[in-house]
């Protein structure tokens, strides 16, 4: 085990440098009651991943395997004094548990090695308030870390305990502590009454869009699936691709033009992870809500990660509680072209599952195809029609959104028979002409 000495006044990043990480979990434990765990160096890349990402440097580790947590410090004793030794050896300043904490573990962890400890949720949402950049998606994790600080308030240093009694003030003898949480207290509604305001906004952007009826395909999958990637490939836009765990927190939409010449609306979302906290779940809710009301999901899973089925797990999980659960979905297994070339060629695809690269490009029309076949929304229909040609801009939708399979020009006016989504077939019916109609001219 390496560790490198840093000095404590060196703090160029929210997170110190010199992170020890800890962990102290019993076996994760799933709906079925069985009591499996990912595999163990996995689930540690994971987490050097998520402390990299929130700007940690990493000077050392340790794990423990305990049938069940100590309800006083999570870890041993002995295990917590070892840490403790390394902690003052490398002049480390914060500890970072792969496990979430009750606030009487956190203290308790932080008198014995005396440094700053925090859990896996917080890291989470230190990454996420690092990435947010919206409006929106900032009050989200601000209100997941004030929800988070709540509980977590009371003993957090001898100032809490100060009287701040007198005029002006609740009554005489409100602790310091009192105060911070009626503080908080406030900001969580206020927060709380944006995040509404921001809903509601989205509601009625929705409210245009549904105008002319577009089915949205949501991507979802877990963090660093490479969502965003695909993202960019179908939709030729920029937004950003990162190594990086939770790169992706604002919601995205662009159109994508299928091969039936359907349009559909893509949205790329956050990544999901193992034991996503659920006060992120909750206050990621109004972003999530396009996933709600999508009418296909595209499930992107990593076909090189060797935890993949657990990975594809989590992200049910995940789905099961915001209740899309029964959704159409199309499995993408992306990253196809780091395998071998003999396993690459051993590929299948099917109805449900696609192989794809979305970084190379390949497999993209097979998607393409795999979700005009599954979306029921906005289907075909045929009609015939005779548009006058100043009608410019509504020729031109009829070149990009529909399939022309006759045409003619009489008397000022294009004659044609489409195949359209019935999207766009709605505004073209007062322009639709009958048989006999049709013959006579």
């Known amino acids: 085990m390496e560790f490198r000495r840093r000095s404590r006044n060196d703090r160029d990043v929210e997170l110190p440098p010199g992170a020890v990480l800890a962990r102290g979990a019993a076996a994760a434990a799933h709906e079925d009651g069985d009591t499996r765990r990912p595999d163990l160096e996995e689930s540690m890349s994971e987490f050097r991943e998520l402390a990299s990402s929130a700007g940690a440097e990493i000077a050392g580790e340790f794990v423990q395997r305990r049938d069940r947590p100590d309800p006083a410090t999570l870890v041993g004793l002995g295990k917590l004094q070892e840490i403790a030794g390394a902690v003052a050896s490398t002049n480390s300043d914060l500890v970072i548990v792969d496990h979430e904490l009750s606030p009487s573990q956190q203290r308790n962890i932080e008198r014995e090695v005396d440094a700053r400890v925090i859990d896996r949720t917080q890291l989470i949402l230190d990454i996420f308030a690092r990435h947010a950049r919206s409006r929106e998606g900032q009050l989200q994790v601000e209100l997941a870390q004030l929800e988070y600080m709540l509980p977590r308030l009371a ?3 001898v100032e809490m305990s100060q009287l701040g009694g007198g005029i002006g003030t609740r009554g005489p003898g409100e602790t310091q502590l009192e105060t911070d949480r009626r503080k908080i207290y406030r900001r969580i509604r206020h927060i709380k009454q944006q995040v509404e305001e921001v809903r509601r906004v989205r ?5 245009r869009r549904e105008s002319v009826p577009l089915p949205t395909v949501a991507l979802v999958g877990y963090t660093n699936a490479g969502k965003s990637t695909l993202f ?8 950003l691709e990162s190594a990086k ?10 159109a ?11 949205s790329d979302t956050v990544g999901f992870i193992r034991n996503l906290p659920t006060t992120l779940v909750a206050a990621f809710r109004a972003t999530l809500e396009e996933v709600q009301r999508a009418a296909l999901l595209l499930h992107v899973s990593d076909v090189t990660s060797p935890t993949a089925p657990e990975q594809q797990r989590q992200v049910e999980a995940v789905l099961k509680e915001l209740e899309v659960n029964k959704t159409a979905q199309i499995r993408v297994m992306n990253k196809t072209d780091l395998l071998p070339e003999a396993q690459r060629k051993a590929l299948e695809n099917s109805d449900s599952v696609i192989y794809i690269s979305a970084v190379r490009g390949q497999g993209l029309d097979e998607l393409l195809r795999a ?6 929304i906005d289907a075909l229909r045929q009609l015939r029609i005779r548009i006058p040609q100043v009608e410019g801009k509504l020729l031109s939708q009829i070149e990009a959104r529909a399939h022309v399979l006759k045409r003619a020009y009489r008397d000022g006016a294009v004659q044609m028979e489409v195949q359209a989504p019935e999207s766009l077939a709605r505004v073209l019916d007062r322009y639709a002409i009958s048989r006999s109609r049709s013959r006579a001219r």
Do not use: C, W
């Open 232 to 239: 960019n490939a179908l939709t030729h836009s920029g937004v």
């Open 155 to 157: 003993g957090r240093g």
């Open 371 to 376: 979700i005009d076949a599954r979306l029921e």
């Open 245 to 254: 765990m939770f790169a992706t927190l604002d919601p995205t939409i662009r």
């Open 203 to 207: 509601a009625q952007q929705r409210q």
């Open 256 to 266: 994508v033009t299928l091969p039936s010449k359907r349009r559909v609306l893509l």
